[in-house]
């Protein structure tokens, strides 16, 4: 009787435990938190082309659009996860002077092996996983990360 009560207890148990990882399936929120924009950039949508996403490629002071949809997870093996909230804003040159508005990342704040690409670079066809690559367009904002 002792071992059917532990059996019956281990079912209960099974059963709540699936109850509850379900019942967070549902769930609403976010994967990454809010960040406030700095009073300089109100207006802005985080860099990424407005309220509606578009940037207006005849402005020299539009937002850049990331080239393609960037998912975090899948830049955990060179650390660019931790730079998806950066794509948009400003990479700033080493020693080179923050931009008058807007937000902005300093190119020293990035940890080795990474290779900033600006349009028209040549880069090699050499792949290491563990190197971070950010593309810049020619505004020098952050349109792409990735691997290699």
């Known amino acids: 009787m ?8 281990k079912r209960i148990m099974l059963a709540a435990g699936i109850v509850l990882g379900l019942a967070g399936c549902g769930a609403v929120g976010t994967m990454f938190p809010e960040f406030e924009m700095r009073p300089d950039t109100a207006g802005q949508d985080a860099g990424m082309g407005g309220a509606m996403g578009m940037a207006n490629p005849s402005d020299p002071n539009a937002a850049s659009m990331p080239r393609r949809t960037i998912m975090p997870e ?15 804003m400003t990479m ?6 923050p931009p008058a ?7 020293e704040r990035l940890t080795a092996p990474y290779r900033v690409i600006r349009p028209g670079d040549r880069i090699t066809t050499d792949r290491n996983p563990s190197r971070l690559n950010v593309e810049l367009d020619r505004m020098g904002r952050i349109i792409d990360l990735g691997c290699g």
């Open 92 to 97: 700033v040159p080493v020693g080179g002077p």
């Open 74 to 88: 899948t830049l955990v093996g060179c650390r660019g996860h931790v730079l998806v909230p950066a794509l948009g």
């Open 101 to 107: 508005a807007g937000q902005y990342i300093r190119e």
């Open 2 to 9: 002792n071992s059917e009560l532990t059996s019956r207890a």
